[in-house]
C-alpha cells in the first residue's frame, strides 16, 4: 500500500524533476533560452498544480472523484501551458 507520505513526495517531486530538467536545458541546450519570469511561470504553474492535486486528495472520498477532478486539473495545465508556449487561443498573454 502506497502511503500518505510518498503519494506527497510524488506530487510535488515530478514538479520538483521538470524543474531541475529545464533549468539543466536552460545551461546546455542550444535554442532553449528560458528566462527567470519564465521560470516563475513555470514553478507557479506546476507546483500550483501539483498543490491543487494534493488538496483533491485529501478532501475527496473516492478514488473516481480524485481521478476525474485531477485530471481536470491536468488538462488546464496542458491548456495554460500551451497557450504561453505557442497562443493555441490567440489570447493578448500568448508566446510568440
Known sequence: MITQQ???AAIF???SLL???ALAGNHFVTGWDWSGSDFLI???LLFGT???IYWIGRFTKTFKTKLIISLIVLAALVLVWAELAVGIFGTS???N
Open 6 to 8: 510518498q503519494t506527497t
Open 13 to 15: 517531486g515530478i514538479p
Open 19 to 21: 524543474m531541475v530538467i
Open 42 to 44: 513555470a514553478g507557479i
Open 50 to 52: 501539483a498543490s491543487l
Open 93 to 95: 498573454f500568448s508566446g
